[in-house]
């Protein structure tokens, strides 16, 4: 499959086979967040039974063969990303025309999220050097076009993004944050997703990357809530990943 649009194209298919009587919107998200669940359920075992049981309230609202064309939509999700990372997702969504029902959100087109990232790696480079690795804050995610366009620039440069990126993001908007969730952990890189006001420090929930929650070199000792760290890394002095004290950070808006 040659031409990249023929998994966008058969994906916005199968999800529109779907909608008759439902919203367009409502069918995309649904999947969305479906794919977010079992990412999430993976590997997050303290959150696990929430979100088992949402996974379960969403898909149940479809038929066994419904359900089975999202599988087939994340497959082809899966192959794309294969082919190219790019943001696949926002790409699906604004040729869903959801935007326009939805609520007014555009979302930044591939080449120039590209343009941008060669740009910032270009001029922080030098970083990866020295540390061998390098954060990246985005306080607004969206569905995380900005950061899958910067490991691609770092996968041109010769680096391993699954190895020496760590991205640490936000965004209002759960919809969104789970758009990107979901691509950052379809590409195997490690990061910390949060949906929370930036400006007011407000947080709704947090979600890891399958990659953020297998690669310990991120952990640094420091006390934390039991309740609220990730089962796996719990101890009698709780460990929490953090960007290691000095590590520069990227914020791109």
């Known amino acids: 499959m040659k031409d990249k649009r023929n998994y966008q194209k058969m994906i916005t298919t199968k999800l529109q086979s779907l909608s008759g009587k439902r919203n367009i919107s409502t069918v ?58 790019q943001d696949w997702l926002g790409a699906i969504y604004m040729e869903l025309n959801i935007s326009s029902k939805n609520t007014g959100q555009f979302f930044t087109p591939s080449h120039i999220a590209e343009l941008m990232a060669r740009m910032t790696f270009s001029n922080n480079e030098t970083l990866i050097e020295e ?85 310990p070199a991120w952990i640094t000792r420091k006390k934390q809530d039991p309740a609220t760290a990730p089962k796996r890394i719990q101890k009698e002095e709780p460990d929490v990943w953090v960007i290691p004290e000095g590590a520069e950070q990227l914020a791109l808006f």
């Open 131 to 215: 540390k061998g690795w390098i954060g990246y804050y985005e306080p607004c995610i969206g569905a995380g076009s900005m950061v899958l366009a910067f490991a691609v620039a770092m996968e041109s440069g010769g680096y391993n993004y699954q190895k020496q990126l760590k991205v640490e993001c936000e965004d209002i908007d759960e919809n969104c944050l789970l758009m990107a969730y979901v691509q950052l952990s379809l590409c195997g890189i490690n990061a910390v997703c949060k949906v929370k006001n930036s400006m007011s420090g407000e947080e709704t929930s947090t979600w890891y990357t399958p990659f953020h929650m297998i690669n």
């Open 28 to 85: 995309f998200f649904d999947w969305v967040h479906m794919m977010a669940y079992a990412f999430s359920n993976s590997v997050d075992k303290v959150q696990y039974e929430e979100r088992e049981a949402a996974y379960l309230a969403t898909v149940g609202k479809y038929t066994r063969e419904e359900a089975c064309l999202f599988g087939d939509c994340l497959g082809l999700l899966t192959m794309a990303f294969e082919y190219k990372v």
